[in-house]
Nanobody
Framework: QVRLVESGGGLVQPGGSLRLSCAAS????????VGWFRQAPGVEREFVTY????????WYADSVKGRFTISRDSAKNMVYLQMNSLKPEDTAEYSC????????????WGQGTQVTVSP
């Protein structure tokens, strides 16, 4: 079983930056990618970005392309989400998730961390 724990959320002004961290532990070998998702109240969950665990394949949603950067430290089993030029519409709970090799599904989830962008 993979355990994922997010940290780094908070309150930031528009135009500011935050870096989220996702620490993976346990059966990390069972996943082949880590992604970040976000969900605001009353809005469908949005798939923001992901990075593959071995081949460094990276994908971004159009809504964050050019502003957010995902990276990983394989030695520490850490994935980071650097968020720059934040907008009020980026306000949401951000969760990291692991994509399982056997199912291809994002089946392991962290507890989430709140990001609020407000003056």
């Amino acid at each position: 079983q993979v355990r994922l724990v997010e940290s780094g959320g908070g309150l930031v002004q528009p135009g500011g930056s935050l870096r989220l961290s996702c620490a993976a532990s346990g059966s990390v070998f069972s996943i082949n990618a880590v992604g970040w998702f976000r969900q605001a109240p009353g809005v469908e969950r949005e798939f923001v970005t992901y990075i593959s665990w071995g081949r460094d394949i990276i994908w971004y949603a159009d809504s964050v392309k050019g502003r957010f950067t995902i990276s990983r430290d394989s030695a520490k089993n850490m994935v980071y989400l650097q968020m720059n030029s934040l907008k009020p519409e980026d306000t949401a709970e951000y969760s990291c998730a692991g994509r399982h090799i056997d199912s291809g599904k994002w089946d392991s989830w962290g507890q989430g961390t709140q990001v609020t962008v407000s003056p």
